[in-house]
């Protein structure tokens, strides 16, 4: 019986009869899926300054969420983990869609980025021309693949009374004069504290200002490598005595953190830092105290790195944000780094730094953050000296290179542990020929 009336329901029924149930179905309007707003992944250091890491993930952000309609996830790293993550971003195509770089590291990843020349434009009509080596360090050919965000100034913190104690009351004018000083406070138990280790801030901030101090330099003005030079050969050689006269000597394994701990700790005299010995100091006067118990950030100053031959030099660590062409969300990205470096959001990331950053174009110099407190008033104005690594030659990704290794550290490091002068010059030669070409 059901197979008689099965063979009734013959092909143009069947049709018939399911077209007409598709056509019910087709006029059913399905519910939407809401997708959601779009989600911006940022990449950050994990700030010296934990108060402004927490600035931007309960206000900021939060604030830029409501005003653009997206959602940041906001994550930070060990600086020097950055360059690794954006490395493996690219090489796998996905990753954060703004990521913090740190000097002329965005140099080295050009072709990979997203061109930020308007929002770099609307930032210098609004807040002034950018530095030097800021435009050196995220631009190229008036394009730029990174938005500089900040410097964070490299200068001495120095003890006041330790110096004192050996007749000094101003820092040290020339390097002779440093290595005197330190080899006298070394021999009362209180060593110059100097990071030369393989990190990204304080051993290249100080290897690389101290180099050009005394006439050498990596490259010439035209890119040609120019290290195996009579004055790289004899600042190498300086820096060999003055380790031993004058250093801990077990600064050539510190971080950017090591020399923080060790100056807070009262056991170094003074150390080529940002400001926030200063700030960690001033945060916790009830903790940090000299020997005679008096609050310790009162006891300290700020000063430019001393002179050489050639003069003073310095390179401050300057830290951009690039987005990676691999980003599905580069509007959003943008918008957020427009809304990050909108003046009024920025000045109150920047007034919480209190002077840990300094702003990467000139319309900042006379803020009240330099002008209310004196210790801090020698970070205003590095952006009009600092100079990129590379220098005299260009900062591009070969410079970008040779810094990322440390060469230039590792050089003088090399000699300090045992090394010829000219035998770690000749090194260091090889490793840059290998980079730039012969």
Aim: proline share 5%; charged share 20%.
């Amino acid at each position: 019986m059901t197979k008689t009336i099965m063979t009734k329901i013959n092909r143009r029924k069947f049709l018939k009869t399911t077209g007409g149930v598709a056509a019910v179905l087709a006029s059913v309007k399905m519910p939407a899926i809401a997708q959601g707003p779009t989600e911006v992944h940022i990449l950050r250091w994990n700030d010296f300054v934990p108060a402004c890491d927490a600035l931007l993930r309960t206000k900021l952000f939060p604030e830029a969420e409501k005003a653009l309609g997206i959602k940041v996830k906001f994550e930070t790293v060990n600086a020097n983990d950055l360059q690794a993550r954006i490395t493996s971003g690219i090489q796998a195509g996905a990753g954060p869609d703004v990521i913090m770089l740190n000097n002329n590291h965005p140099q080295l990843y050009q072709a990979s980025l997203v061109d930020v020349s308007d929002i770099a434009a609307e930032v210098s009509k609004d807040q002034g021309e950018w530095y030097k080596a800021a435009l050196a360090n995220a631009s190229a050919g008036g394009k730029f693949f990174g938005v500089p965000m900040n410097y964070v100034g490299g200068l001495n913190a120095w003890r006041v009374s330790m110096f004192k104690d050996i007749g000094l009351t101003e820092f040290p004018k020339t390097w002779d004069a440093y290595r005197d000083a330190g080899k006298k406070l070394k021999a009362k138990g209180f060593p110059i504290g100097q990071s030369l280790g393989q990190s990204f801030g304080d051993p290249v901030g100080f290897a690389y200002p101290f180099l050009w101090s005394m006439g050498g330099a990596e490259v010439d003005d035209k890119g040609k490598v120019a290290i195996n030079s009579k004055e790289t050969i004899e600042a190498v050689k300086y820096m060999t005595g003055f380790w031993k006269d004058s250093m801990d000597e077990g600064g050539l394994a510190w971080d950017d953190s090591s020399n923080n701990r060790a100056f807070l700790a009262g056991t170094v005299c003074s150390t080529l830092n940002g400001a926030s010995i200063y700030i960690e100091a001033s945060r916790k006067p009830d903790q940090y105290k000299t020997a005679d118990g008096k609050p310790l950030k009162d006891d300290i100053q700020h000063a430019f790195l001393p002179a050489g031959p050639k003069g003073v030099f310095g390179l401050h660590l300057v830290q951009s944000h690039v987005i990676p062409t691999y980003s599905k969300n580069q509007k959003a990205a943008k918008d957020l780094l427009r809304f990050m470096q909108t003046k009024a959001n920025y000045e109150q990331w920047f007034e919480t730094g209190q002077g840990f950053y300094t702003p990467p174009t000139s319309g900042w110099e006379k803020h009240k953050v330099w002008t209310q407190n004196p210790v801090m008033s020698p970070f205003a104005t590095i952006g009009k000296t600092g100079l990129a690594a590379g220098y005299p030659g260009p900062s591009n990704a070969k410079a970008a290179e040779v810094l990322s290794k440390y060469l230039i550290g590792n050089m003088f490091a090399s000699a300090i542990k045992g090394q010829s002068a000219e035998d770690a010059v000749k090194a260091c030669e090889s490793q840059l020929k290998s980079i730039y070409g012969a």
